[in-house]
Antibody, heavy 119, light 110 residues
Framework: QVTLKESGPVLVKPTETLTLTCTVS??????????VSWIRQPPGKALEWLAH???????SYTTSLKSRLTISKDSSKSQVVLTMTNMDPVDTATFYC???????????WGQGTMVTVSS | QSALTQVASVSGFPGQSITISCAGT?????????VSWYQQHPGKAPKVIIY???KRPSGVPDRFSGSKSGNTASLTISGLQAEDEAVYYC??????????FGTGTEVTVL
């Protein structure tokens, strides 16, 4: 079955860079029409799409955070990595790793990982 | 990329039908049939319940249905049940490979 699992620090300090890893199973990062997105959700707030990377290495980023985000994948390890620079307390959120189907929807979600930004 | 607009809360009695609207623009909802809806229970990850405007994934009850008219998408829950109490988010493709979510609607079963 398809699973996605996020890993990374629980706590980061302001101005630091956050690095999150998503390890997938049940599908390959080279499968046509499939990709992985990162979506975040601040406590008590709405979902926010951040970025995605597809099987063909096509990448997209949300406009407001584009300068701070980098997404990459290592298909041999079945991992997708998201980095977010210059972290701020307002970036405190649960970060979800999600499978996305091209021209369709986010169909499988990881359990999420809560990241707190505080000194 | 402004968030899609949803009413903050909707409530209904068991067995009733409710509709949640999702207002976008001609740059997102109005231009693409790539609207999806997600159900999120407290402390849980979201789950897709409608994709490509009106398609239902396997295992999602047929009391959930989706539609779109112009720049507004809608989710209807017919025959509301206690387990439908959750927060619902719409999402739309918004050009250049980007996506935008709605502000979320909390559904309460009275």
């Amino acid at each position: 079955q398809v699973t996605l699992k996020e890993s990374g620090p629980v706590l980061v300090k302001p101005t630091e860079t956050l690095t999150l890893t998503c390890t997938v199973s049940g599908f390959s990062l080279t499968n046509a029409r499939m990709g992985v997105s990162w979506i975040r959700q601040p406590p008590g707030k709405a979902l926010e799409w951040l970025a995605h990377i597809f099987w063909n290495d096509e990448k997209s980023y949300t406009t407001s955070l584009k300068s701070r985000l980098t997404i990459s994948k290592d298909s041999s390890k079945s991992q997708v990595v998201l980095t977010m620079t210059n972290m701020d307390p307002v970036d405190t959120a649960t970060f979800y790793c999600v499978r996305i189907l091209l021209n369709s929807a986010f169909d499988f979600w990881g359990q999420g990982t809560m990241v707190t930004v505080s000194s | 990329q402004s968030a899609l607009t949803q009413v903050a809360s909707v409530s209904g009695f068991p067995g009733q039908s409710i509709t949640i609207s999702c207002a976008g623009t001609s740059s997102d909802v109005g231009s693409y049939n790539l609207v999806s809806w997600y159900q999120q229970h407290p402390g849980k990850a979201p789950k897709v319940i409608i994709y490509e405007v009106s398609k239902r994934p396997s295992g999602v009850p047929d009391r959930f249905s989706g539609s779109k008219s112009g720049n507004t998408a809608s989710l209807t829950i017919s025959g509301l049940q206690a387990e439908d109490e959750a927060v619902y988010y719409c999402c739309s493709y918004a050009s250049s490979g980007t996506y935008v979510f709605g502000t979320g609607t909390e559904v309460t079963v009275l």
